[in-house]
């Protein structure tokens, strides 16, 4: 049939119909798909040794550099940022780490849970899309009570990790569960007191919250390293496996883009920017000396690289992506009682 005979059938009503319906198909086929705007879970393994370390990301949040930077110009800050093509606000990451030994599921800090807000809060959610379970969970190990390390622990009233112990320095204990510390600490801070307190809580009425002294050996392959500053307490740790090191270094770094060229810099929640300073200097020569991977609380997610020394500054090495992990066969974790 002629193009022309369809044209003018298509005017009688029958017809038109049908004419409209194909002609909204062979339109739809070429429609742009719609846009999901999601992420894929937040979890990201590697091996170190034989041990299996897997990421896990509570979220992200906008980091407000420009007010909460302190011991550099604002100048000094816009220059860093532009170099790496990034503008305020600059997304934060909130990361933590579960190490699996083999015979123990230890997880290094925890996120802010419902502390943040709506924009944090994913790590139970990113552990069960990693494999794994809370009630798996033998120790939870935290680098310090700030918030976004210590909110993840609890969920409403109820222990988060129900077979963990839960563990801190004693210094870092001391400082933030006791109320009276309030008075001297400046008073934007003085929620951080509270939250401390009754996430801990849970863990301390089940006899499950058991301080460390510093720089203490915690388990095989596991030592804690004191770094004061950020918090008066707060504490690196040492994950060693086959001649392999991990140093999982806590708020070592908040903005890597600023920090790593200007360790001084520093942000207005450190109990002692003085000490933060060293204990950051520190930790970063450590790193790039020895080669250790290190694992970062708030370097984009995964938060897994290396540092190298650059003169005075320190270049961020991201781990090199590997979609395979599983070729080191990873251990198998034992099931904690119910």
């Not at 070429?30 to 990201?44: E, L």
């Not at 939870?140 to 129900?162: C, E, N, R, W």
């Not at 004061?228 to 903005?255: E, F, K, N």
């Amino acid at each position: 049939m002629k193009v022309a005979t369809l044209f003018w059938k298509a005017r009688e009503p029958v017809f038109f119909t049908l004419f409209v319906i194909a002609l909204s198909f062979a339109f739809s086929a070429n429609a742009a798909a719609p846009q999901v705007r999601t992420q894929g879970p937040g979890f990201y393994r590697v091996m170190l040794g034989d041990y299996e370390i897997t990421a896990l990301l509570d979220g992200t949040h906008p980091f407000p550099i420009d007010s909460v930077m302190t011991y550099v110009s604002k100048e000094d800050v816009q220059r860093d940022l532009a170099r790496d093509d990034l503008t305020v606000p600059v997304q934060g990451s909130i990361n933590a780490f579960l190490i699996n030994t083999g015979t123990k599921l230890i997880l290094i800090d925890t996120g802010a849970g419902v502390l943040y807000g709506d924009c944090c809060g994913h790590l139970l959610e990113n552990l069960r899309a990693a494999g794994y379970e809370p009630d798996e969970v033998d120790e939870v190990l935290l680098t310090h009570l700030h918030k976004d390390h210590v909110g993840g622990i609890i969920l409403g009233t109820k222990m988060a990790f129900p077979n963990a112990v839960l563990r801190t320095s004693q210094t870092e204990a001391d400082y933030w569960l006791n109320s009276a510390n309030k008075a001297t600490a400046p008073a934007f801070l003085s929620s951080f007191f509270d939250s401390a307190i009754a996430c801990v809580a849970p863990y301390q009425a089940a006899g499950r919250f058991v301080p460390f002294a510093a720089n203490q050996r915690l388990e095989p392959g596991i030592t804690a390293i004191a770094t004061p500053g950020h918090t008066p307490g707060h504490t690196a740790y040492l994950i060693q496996s086959s001649s392999q090191t991990l140093l999982v270094w806590g708020d070592m770094i908040h903005v890597a883009s600023i920090q790593l060229q200007n360790p001084t810099a520093s942000v207005e929640y450190d109990t002692d920017a003085i000490a933060a300073q060293r204990s950051r200097r520190t930790m970063l020569a450590l790193a790039a000396s020895k080669h250790y991977m290190v694992a970062a609380a708030h370097i984009a997610f995964p938060g897994l690289g290396h540092v190298r020394a650059n003169g005075n500054t320190y270049d961020w090495i991201p781990v090199n992506y590997d979609a395979d992990p599983a070729k080191n066969e990873a251990p198998t974790v034992k099931k904690s009682s119910p």
